[in-house]
């Protein structure tokens, strides 16, 4: 790769040696995907961070490098979810063992200057890049999210990637960063009127066949979609396939640049497609015990919508939507955490049902209306999951 002068200080290690370990992952990863050169970035997000995830290594691996005071992160950066709410780990009934490494790990990644606010949607709380920035970020659902729905530039980084982005201000400018490698690669004609748990199941679907290409979507004429289907959406195509960034006709910013008209592959998708796609993503027709919201995290307006739905009513299964400390706090304000709270249920912050060890909690059927979580949980914590629209995951007295 061609460095500049100042490239050739921080690898040299006349910087420190963070910087230089740094520079040293960023040129093999650019080495590997046959990059010329770096790009400066605007921003990184990174993930990497729970314990369950990451174990004694990982922390022992982030503690030596934050011993380093030179190093900090150059451009604004956050993280992506712990393995539990920073806060109220005990109420939830998380170990004391596990909160306590998990404190250790978000502390380390605070001494190397990234904002340890723990989310996967850091585009709703100010980690914003604008259309075309050059960015790092390592949360797949939130590289879909960034690349299709703003047209911010990022491959699917990995943790110490995005890390070290972070560090040198930096990443090697090759993939979604560049213009020929964001064209459509399949369109799909959405030919029935999608709501809720729809979009999840569509991204689920379409993932599995387009895998790590560009799906181009045309909905139905009157399809409405908002930024929260969008989310869902991009999480569901970057879980089942490794989709990085997606076009949606007449919505995404780019989708007039990305060559629509010459794709030969066209693929149509109808109401019985989506109806198979949501009984697959169930693993169980019981009754969800805890059923588990804001996968990815939960927006304001989402969490509105829920109080909407439990206002003077009392939950009997366990009720939790997860978000950032950034929207709870809003949440707060407006209300909602406390009709959510009077009806049994909670706003849990900085972790996810597949993040933290949900698995010693002895649940043992989520409920989600998330593609994403319904793909993992099974997976990563071999618990059931019941996939459905929240109206139907909810059991009042
Ligand atoms: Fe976010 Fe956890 Fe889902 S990190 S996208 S809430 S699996």
Redesign the pocket.
Known sequence: MFLTPEEEKMSNGEYGETIRKSMDILIALGDIYGAEKFVDISSAQV?GVSYKTIGQAGLEYLEDLALDTKAKASIPSTL??AGVDLDNWEELGFSEFFANKQNKIVDAYGKLGINTTC???PYLIGNVPRFGDHISWS????VAYVNSVIGARTNREGGPGALAAAICGKTPLYGFHLDENRKATLKVNVDTELKGADFGALGYAIGQIVKDGVPYFTLSENQKISNDDLKTLG?AL??SGAVALYQVEGVTPEYKDVGVEELKDVVSIDSSDIKETRAKLSTSDKDADLVCL????ASLAEIESLAEIVKGKKIKNELWI?TSINIKASADRMGYTKIIENAGGHIVCD?????APIEDLGYKVIGVN?A??AN?VPSMGGIDVKYDDVENLLIFE
Do not use: R
């Not at 804001?294 to 995290?297: L, V």
């Open positions: 993930s992506n979810p989310t996967c949607t949360e797949s659902s939130a999480a970057a879980s804001g996968c990815p995290h997860c972790t996810c049902m597949v993040v998330s994403k979580a993992y």
